[in-house]
C-alpha cells in the first residue's frame, strides 16, 4: 500500500507551464506503476500519461504528446508531470494513481490515489 500526496498545482496563462508532483513515503513506491490522470467538472476521468516501475517506458494521451512529460526520480521517491505550453482545455483537477502491476492507460486498473491537484489555465 502507498499514500500519494500531489502538489504543484495552480493558475497559469495559456502557453505557460506547470510541474505538478506525486510524492509517497513509502519506500517500496518504485516498484509501483504510476499513471497520471485528469477529470475536467462534469466529465471523466481521463488518462493523462503513465510510467512503468523501471520509469524506462512512458505513455501519453495524444492530446497532451509532446507537451506534457511524465518522469520519477527514486531518490526523492516522486513522479512528476511536467506541463509546457498549457491551454486552457487542460483545465481539470489532476491526480497521480499508481498499481504494483504492469503499466495501464485504464483509470479503473489502479488502486491507489492522491488527493487531486487542481489546474486552471486562463485564456
Known amino acids: 500500500q502507498v499514500h500519494l500526496v500531489e502538489s504543484g498545482g495552480g493558475l497559469v496563462q495559456a502557453g505557460g507551464s506547470l510541474r505538478l508532483s506525486c510524492a509517497a513515503s513509502?519506500?517500496?513506491?518504485?516498484?509501483?506503476?504510476v499513471g497520471w490522470f485528469r477529470q475536467a467538472p462534469g466529465k471523466e476521468r481521463d488518462f493523462v500519461a503513465a510510467l512503468t516501475w523501471t520509469g524506462s517506458s512512458t505513455y501519453y494521451a495524444d492530446s497532451v504528446k509532446g507537451r506534457f512529460t511524465i518522469s520519477r526520480d527514486r531518490a526523492e521517491n516522486t513522479v512528476y508531470l511536467q506541463m509546457n505550453s498549457l491551454k486552457p482545455e487542460d483545465t481539470a483537477v489532476y491526480y497521480c494513481?499508481?498499481?504494483?502491476?504492469?503499466?495501464?492507460?485504464?483509470?479503473?486498473?489502479?488502486?491507489?490515489w492522491g488527493q487531486g491537484s487542481q489546474v486552471t489555465v486562463s485564456s
Open positions: 513509502e519506500r517500496t513506491f518504485g516498484s509501483y506503476a
Open positions: 494513481a499508481a498499481r504494483h502491476a504492469v503499466v495501464s492507460r485504464n483509470v479503473r486498473d489502479y488502486d491507489f
